[in-house]
């Protein structure tokens, strides 16, 4: 979706990887884009992927 970054698209997938890669590198964890105004934390959330959830959480980007 439109204004999407990379860190959204690997959020919304549960790309553990990219989601460390991406915030390592400075990659901008409360932009929020999209149809519906989402952050990457709203996404990773709904992906519902446990390791891509600990990837934000280690960032400390979610209250988990």
């Given at each position: 979706p439109k204004g999407w970054t990379p860190l959204h698209s690997a959020c919304l997938k549960g790309h553990e990887?990219?989601?460390?890669?991406?915030?390592?590198h400075g990659a901008d964890?409360?932009?929020t884009a999209g149809?519906?105004?989402q952050?990457?934390?709203?996404l990773v959330e709904?992906?519902?992927n446990s390791?891509?959830?600990q990837a934000l959480a280690k960032a400390r980007l979610l209250n988990k």
């Amino acid at each position: 979706p439109k204004g999407w970054t990379p860190l959204h698209s690997a959020c919304l997938k549960g790309h553990e990887a990219c989601i460390t890669y991406l915030l390592e590198h400075g990659a901008d964890a409360k932009k929020t884009a999209g149809p519906k105004n989402q952050s990457p934390a709203q996404l990773v959330e709904a992906s519902k992927n446990s390791a891509a959830i600990q990837a934000l959480a280690k960032a400390r980007l979610l209250n988990k």
